[in-house]
């Protein structure tokens, strides 16, 4: 299939997760109405962004995937059609935990799970607190109407990951992600965040000629000390926008992603054929020191 048809849904969170999976679902709904075919949801969508703590009670929130909110998933992906990508809290032993992405088919198949690799402990990001650096490796998945590959929010500043996951043959990136400004900043910071975060995702698209979907979480959290800034955007294969939503409200978008275009960048600007593979040894150490 030439063209895909991308759902982003950016959204605020409360501090209920029964509510955020309904009103997760209840969007699915209607980027479904819109035509959409694949469905990408937030960073940890069923909660507020908790790991601005480190609370033990935060470890409540996760739950088994398999699980039920990949069941309530699988369920509306089956009913309408459409494959789901679901950033959730995984809780897979006593005491293991994982921040991990879910990928369920358009008729309602569970595909599987990505762990998140690269795991921040940044101020209000203690996310090492909280979840087990990943242990699958880079993920791709076949669905219905797409190869995807998955990666998740501090994945997304790692030139490495998304290159592997595109020698692995997706054909489109998704990026859940949470991340946001701290609201005490001056102006020109937010926007130099942000600017960096956009173009280190675009540079992966023009790197590996795959279109790239990112999909941020909106609205304030940590009472009021944190702006989670938005701004879900898609790209094609050459790094152009062709989805670029606000900072401030919620969104629920679809997109035309024509994939064919990717054998017409690579032809052209042809970076994956000239990679010097047989010269790159060095970058599996630390530091070249």
Known sequence: MAKVKIGTVQMSCVADKATNVV????????????????ICLQELFT????????????????????????E?????AAELGVVVVASLF?????GLYHNTTAVIDADGAYLGKYRKMHIPDDPAYYEKFYFTPGDLGYKVFKTRY???????????????????TALMGAEILFFPTAIG??????????????????????????????????????????????KFWGGSFITNGQGRLLYLASHDAEETEVTEVD?????????HWPFLRDRRIDSYQPITKRFID
């Open 47 to 70: 909660s507020l962004y908790f790991c601005d703590v480190e609370d033990y009670d935060n470890f409540e929130l996760a739950e088994p995937i398999p699980g039920p909110s990949t």
């Open 146 to 164: 797409a190869t995807i590959g998955v990666l998740i929010c501090w994945d997304q500043w790692y030139p490495e990951a998304a290159r592997i």
């Open 90 to 94: 995984e809780k897979r032993a006593q």
């Open 259 to 267: 994939l064919s275009q990717s054998d017409y960048f690579r032809k």
């Open 72 to 76: 309530a998933l699988q369920t509306v």
């Open 181 to 226: 400004w701290a609201t005490d900043q001056d102006e020109e910071t937010n926007q130099d965040q942000y600017n960096a975060w956009q173009t280190i995702q675009r540079s992966h698209s023009v790197a590996n000629g795959l279109p790239v979907v990112s999909v941020n979480r909106v609205g304030f959290e940590q009472d009021g000390a944190m």
């Open 23 to 38: 009103k997760a679902i209840d969007q699915i709904r209607v980027a479904a109405s819109k035509g959409a075919q694949i």
